[in-house]
């Protein structure tokens, strides 16, 4: 199983931003899909989740209505559309996968990509 997250970067505050990232090496599209971050200093922190067909969407309320995740099944991808940026999300963005459905808790998840880095200035 491989995560491989990209597509983080450099932002003037009220920017937006495109984080991806792919899958390999499972059948990506039975499983949930989120992401996480992780500021400096902080404990990493539930930003979204989309279930296996995509149905469904969950975020943290930090982030809703600015933040959309999406998948591509065909693709083996899932994406963080991040608009409106704020200083505050600063962070480390991890994508994940879920085994259970307990999508804000970092025990639902076993496999972790190894973080794209977003910095939004003031």
């Known amino acids: 199983v491989q995560l491989q997250a990209y597509g983080g970067g450099l932002v003037q505050a009220g920017g937006s931003l495109r984080p991806s990232c792919a899958a390999s090496?499972?059948?990506?599209?039975?499983?949930?899909m989120a992401w996480f971050r992780q500021a400096p200093g902080k404990e990493r922190e539930f930003v979204a989740a989309i279930t296996w067909t995509g149905s469904s969407t969950y975020y943290a309320d930090s982030v809703k209505a600015r933040f959309t995740i999406s998948r591509d099944n065909a693709k083996n991808t899932v994406y963080l559309q991040m608009n409106s940026l704020k200083p505050e999300d600063t962070a480390v963005y991890y994508c994940a996968r879920s085994i259970v459905g307990a999508f804000r808790t970092l025990d639902a998840y076993d496999y972790w990509g190894q973080g794209t880095e977003v910095t939004v200035s003031s």
């Open positions: 090496g499972f059948t990506f599209s039975s499983y949930a």
